[in-house]
Nanobody, 123 residues
């Protein structure tokens, strides 16, 4: 079992930056890939970024390429999502998720989810 807790969301103006954090607890000795997803009102949850266990491989949705950076510090059991040049369309609840199988862009591959953190970007 893994428990995930996100933090770092908030209200920011367009063009600003936020760094989201996801603290993982529980069976952290297991290798697990991590992903960030987001869900805007009335829309399906969508992939944002993912990273493998070692941090050597990262994946991004086209919407975030060049603006978002996913990273992890396994010593701190924490995964980060640095978001720069934020746009109003980035407004959503952001969720981190863990997969003990493999890194993936699909929500179905992730077994463990956090409660989400709200990101609001004003124009």
């Amino acid at each position: 079992q893994l428990q995930l807790v996100e933090s770092g969301g908030g209200l920011v103006q367009a063009g600003g930056s936020l760094r989201l954090s996801c603290l993982v607890s529980g069976r952290t000795r297991s290798n697990y890939a991590m992903g960030w997803f987001r869900q805007a009102p009335g829309k399906e949850r969508e992939f944002v970024a993912a990273i493998n266990w070692s941090g050597g491989s990262t994946y991004y949705a086209d919407s975030g390429k060049g603006r978002f950076t996913i990273s992890r510090d396994n010593a701190k059991s924490t995964v980060y999502l640095q978001m720069n040049s934020l746009k109003p369309e980035d407004t959503a609840v952001y969720y981190c998720a863990a997969s003990t199988i493999y890194v993936s862009v699909s929500t179905a591959s992730y077994r463990y989810w956090g409660q989400g953190t709200q990101v609001t970007v004003s124009s």
